[in-house]
């Protein structure tokens, strides 16, 4: 494929992409912090209220993704996100402002209806600007939003908030995305037609190559149908697993680590970062060998595993060695973010694109039950536990069984002929 301006794809549409998610995950993940910061303590929480408020945005984040990815898919990829970022910095923002328990899980529902139309809108939007030879590539460089934002924010946030207060410090951190929403709009376009950025030769390219890619494809009129392959539902299962196990570490690691060590937040905010910039690295590796090879599901799989005997691992070392501990911690928190990439290549290369994005939204959409199960679980097996050591088996349990499921998976009949 060639084309003079094509690379200007990978430095404008991708680092618009990739600081839009990061603000996404950025506002979902520093509850964690506020949690370990004294938020249920100063607000008369209980632990048991305190995880019910951790998981509630995976409920609001659950049941919008469906029409999102259709609205984005029929008209604007572009339009969406632009109000998903006013409304959810808003949303966050809110969080620092609120005092009362019931408007505060309110708050975290509807932040994660505003937050459930950002992926899977992205995915639209990537295929479109990106070929399967790209596009394990394109993906996990916009996933990496999820490992280097917590990298930051876990430096950042507990400096901040030693600084100013987590009151202040959520109000801040929403701010953030509510200015980027003007900087999106104006930066990228929903396709290359719309791209003034763009030579018409390029475009041209860019679009036969994509179009190819689509007629080697089965034919599949409707969602209904695209649901009845039997690799649908088993891939949302699996992420469900995945997702269990990815969301209870995000979301409780600060306090885990902070009651563990007895250091103070600044400090446990830099220990924290560690295990995601391993991370970071592991999702360009594995995304870079991945279309390499033109194979998706070897590179997913052993590392799930890994990850889950990793956490496991870190269990069993927990009463005799905080520092053993937590290289295994970061062994695993590295296992479970690296597959993003292959994984979501897996969808558009499987189905052709007037049904790839439905698909893809319900299986983020099993993915967040699973974050909410794993937010909701953990939390509550610690105040059950008054430890950490049942809630980290439990997501080990869910790697495994996510690595199992996918590992077993084989082509279906359909998918073959593709």
Not at 138 to 161: C, D, E, Q, Y
Not at 179 to 195: C, E, G, N
Not at 332 to 347: C, D, K, L, T
Request: charged share 10%; proline share 5%.
């Amino acid at each position: 494929m060639y084309g003079a301006d094509l690379p200007k794809r990978w430095t404008r549409i991708l680092p618009a992409a990739f600081i839009t998610y990061s603000l996404a995950y950025l506002d979902r993940s520093n509850y964690g912090f506020g949690a370990a910061a004294g938020m249920a303590g100063e607000l008369h929480i209980s632990q048991q209220r305190s995880a019910l408020l951790g998981a509630m945005f995976f409920l609001g984040y659950t049941f919008l993704q469906i029409p999102g990815t259709a609205y984005a898919a029929k008209h604007s990829a572009r339009r969406l996100i632009f109000v998903a970022l006013l409304a959810w910095g808003t949303f966050s923002a809110l969080t620092g402002v609120i005092r009362n328990f019931w408007l505060l899980a309110a708050d975290r529902l509807l932040l994660g209806a505003a937050e459930s139309f950002v992926f899977p809108a992205m995915l639209v939007l990537l295929t479109r600007w990106f070929t399967r030879a790209e596009r394990s590539r394109a993906t996990a460089f916009l996933m990496l939003g999820n490992p280097v934002t917590v990298l930051w924010m876990s430096a950042v946030t507990g400096f901040l908030i030693r600084a100013q207060g987590w009151r202040t410090t959520f109000v801040l951190e929403g701010s953030i995305s509510i200015v980027w929403a003007f900087v999106w709009l104006v930066t990228v376009s929903d396709t290359p037609k719309h791209a003034k950025w763009m030579g018409e030769s390029s475009r041209e390219v860019l679009r036969r190559e994509l179009e190819h890619e689509q007629q080697s494809l089965p034919g599949v009129p409707n969602l209904r149908t695209a649901f009845s392959f039997p690799n649908v539902p088993r891939l949302c299962v699996q992420y469900f697993f995945w997702s269990l196990g990815v969301y209870g570490f995000v979301l409780w690691l600060p306090v885990v680590i902070s009651n563990a060590s007895g250091l103070p937040i600044h400090i446990t905010g830099l220990l924290v970062a560690a295990p995601y910039l391993f991370a970071a690295i592991g999702m360009v590796v594995v995304a870079r060998s991945s279309d390499r090879a033109k194979q998706r599901k070897p590179y997913i799989w052993p590392l799930l595993m890994l990850s889950g005997a990793a956490l496991g691992a870190s269990c069993l070392l927990a009463p005799h060695s905080f520092a053993w501990t937590y290289v295994f911690v970061v062994i695993a928190g590295a296992g479970m973010y690296a597959p993003y990439g292959p994984f979501f290549a897996i969808v558009p290369e499987m189905l052709p694109r007037n049904v790839a994005g439905g698909v893809m939204a319900l299986i983020n959409s099993c993915g967040a039950l699973g974050g909410f199960a794993g937010t909701y679980l953990v939390g509550l097996l610690q105040a059950w536990t008054g430890g950490s050591r049942a809630g980290f088996m439990l997501m080990s349990f869910s790697l495994v069984v996510s690595g199992i499921i996918l590992a077993g998976m084989r082509p279906s009949p359909q998918e073959a002929r593709a």
